[in-house]
Nanobody
Framework: QVDLVESGGGLVQPGGSLRLSCQAS????????MGWYRQAPMKEQELVAE???????NYLDAVKGRFFISRDNAKNTVFLQMNSLKPEDTAEYYC???????????????WGQGTQVTVSS
């Protein structure tokens, strides 16, 4: 059993900042890629940012220069620092991680429950 527990969402004014956190807990042997997706009402889910175990990063063009993804491998935790937030960033944000639960298992992508980010004045 693996849980991805997210925190840090909320309501913020345009131009503000939020920091999302997501920790993998439970039966975790190893974690590879970690990332954040988002889905706004009536829109498709999109990858916001991802980070590999060795720290390589990839961002959605719309958030480049404003969002920064990082991770703490010792705590199996991924962060998303979101700055200069815009109303179009409003969405449910989901954590995603590629996890092996035991040494002889395969890696399986796991999902968090989602955290709402609302950017509005």
């Amino acid at each position: 059993q693996v849980d991805l527990v997210e925190s840090g969402g909320g309501l913020v004014q345009p131009g503000g900042s939020l920091r999302l956190s997501c920790q993998a807990s439970g039966s975790v042997f190893r974690v590879r890629d970690m990332g954040w997706y988002r889905q706004a009402p009536m829109k498709e889910q999109e990858l916001v940012a991802e980070i590999t175990a060795d720290g390589s990063r990839n961002y959605l063009d719309a958030v480049k220069g404003r969002f920064f993804i990082s991770r703490d491998n010792a705590k199996n935790t991924v962060f998303l620092q979101m700055n200069s937030l815009k109303p179009e960033d409003t969405a449910e944000y989901y954590c995603n991680a590629d996890i092996k639960q035991h040494a002889d298992d395969v890696f399986v992508y796991q999902w968090g429950q989602g955290t709402q980010v609302t950017v509005s004045s």
